[in-house]
Antibody
């Protein structure tokens, strides 16, 4: 059974960079069958797709966030990461990492999520 | 405002049948892109409930079913149980947004 676990600071100051890592266990991140995705959920609100990274390092992000997002993958550690720059209070959310089926376009395994608060 | 439109809330008594709609446009559901559904219990991560419009992952009860027609999709839950009380989200792909995955705004199901 694949498991994903997010890690990173729970508090980030405005204008700084949010950094999160997702550790994958129970399966290889180097499989060509999956994209490795980030999704967020502001408190009390719905889900927002941020983007994904493939094990080769190729990425695709939501257009409105693209200029602030950097994603990376470390296949040796079976981890992938998200950096979101110039954060504001609007970026306060629970951030989930998830596995997406390349052929199906759906998210079949999710991390438990980590709350990141943007505040001074 | 979400690209896919869901009713904010639905309710039903135990044992009843409820449906949750997900309305899109010609650039997502209407363009024949698949719809997927997730269940989010309070304080937990979303869980895949239905994929590819009408397929249930292993372990999901047969009480849950999905369908798609035109620019809309639906999730049906029969034999409603107290444990079904949760938020439900639909998800698809939108070709007008540089190829983005899109979610509905979510529907809160209350079991009366």
């Amino acid at each position: 059974q694949v498991q994903l676990q997010e890690s990173g600071p729970g508090l980030v100051k405005p204008s700084q960079t949010l950094s999160l890592t997702c550790s994958v266990s129970g399966g290889s991140i180097s499989s060509g069958d999956y994209y490795w995705s980030w999704i967020r959920q502001p408190p009390g609100k719905g889900l927002e797709w941020i983007g994904y990274i493939f094990y080769t390092g190729s990425t695709h992000h939501k257009a409105s966030l693209k200029s602030r997002v950097i994603m990376s993958v470390d296949t040796s550690k079976n981890q992938f990461s998200l950096k979101l720059s110039s954060v504001t209070a609007a970026d306060t959310a629970v951030y989930y990492c998830a596995r997406e089926q390349v052929l199906g376009g759906f998210f079949d395994f999710w991390g438990q999520g980590t709350l990141v608060t943007v505040s001074s | 405002q979400s690209i896919l439109t869901q009713p904010p809330s639905v309710s039903g008594a135990p044992g009843q049948r409820v449906t949750i709609s997900c309305t899109g446009t010609s650039s997502n559901i209407g363009a024949d892109y698949n719809v997927h559904w997730y269940q989010q219990l309070p304080g937990t991560a979303p869980k895949l409930l239905i994929y590819g419009n009408d397929n249930r992952p292993s372990g999901v009860p047969e009480r849950f079913s999905g369908s798609r027609s035109g620019t809309s999709a639906s999730l049906a839950i029969t034999g409603l149980q107290a444990e079904d009380e949760a938020n439900y989200y639909c998800q698809s792909f939108d070709s007008s947004l540089s190829g983005s995955k899109v979610f509905g705004g979510g529907t809160k199901l209350t079991v009366l």
